[in-house]
C-alpha cells in the first residue's frame, strides 16, 4: 500500500512538471553563394529591413549610409549599374532628395554599367563598400517621412570584354 502511494505521488508529480511548457520557433536560413561569382553584403541582415538615415537636428543635415561587400569573380571584373535612378520621395515631387550610390568609390548611374572592381581584385575576392550619399535640395530639406528604394545589378565581366 506505502509503495502504491509512492508511485500514485511520483507519476502526479512528474505530470505536474511537465504541465507548463514553453515552445520557440524561428527561422533558419543560409545563401550559398557560386564559388566562380558573387556579390554579397558582409552582414546580410540589413539588405531586408529599411535603413533609417540619420538627421542631424542641430546642423539640418542627412546624413548617409555606408555598408560592407564581399565581391568575387574568377573570371574577370564585376561592373554594375543601377536600375533606376535612386531618390526619397515624401509624396510630393519637388520635394524628392536624390541619391548619389557609389560602389568601391565608382559613381553608380542607371544608363551605363561601369567596371567597380576589377578583374585581378576580383579573382581573389575583395570587400569593398557601397555608399549612399544624399543629395541637398536648392531650397534645403522639406518636412515630411521620406521613403525610396536602391535598387543594383552586378554583372561578371568577362575577360576582354
Known amino acids: 500500500m506505502f509503495k502504491t502511494l509512492i508511485t500514485a505521488v511520483l507519476l502526479l508529480t512528474s505530470t505536474f512538471a511537465l504541465a507548463a511548457r514553453q515552445e520557440h520557433e524561428f527561422e533558419v536560413s543560409v545563401r550559398v553563394p557560386t564559388l566562380q561569382f558573387y556579390v554579397t553584403p558582409t552582414d546580410p541582415g540589413w539588405m531586408h529591413q529599411e535603413q533609417v ?22 573570371g574577370g571584373a564585376v561592373s554594375a549599374k543601377l536600375v533606376s535612378a535612386p531618390y526619397l520621395s515624401n509624396g510630393n515631387a519637388r520635394d524628392n532628395i536624390q541619391l548619389k550610390v557609389k560602389f568601391n568609390g565608382v559613381e553608380l548611374d542607371a544608363q551605363t554599367y ?48
Open 114 to 161: 561601369k567596371q567597380v572592381v576589377s578583374a585581378q581584385d576580383a579573382k581573389v575576392g575583395s570587400r569593398v563598400q557601397l555608399e549612399i550619399i544624399p543629395q541637398m535640395t536648392a531650397g534645403g530639406y522639406k518636412p515630411g517621412s521620406y521613403y525610396g528604394n536602391v535598387n543594383m545589378i552586378f554583372n561578371a565581366t568577362a575577360p576582354g570584354a
Open 53 to 74: 538615415l540619420p538627421w542631424d537636428v542641430r546642423r539640418s543635415t542627412l546624413g548617409g549610409l555606408r555598408k560592407e561587400f564581399d565581391v568575387l569573380n574568377d
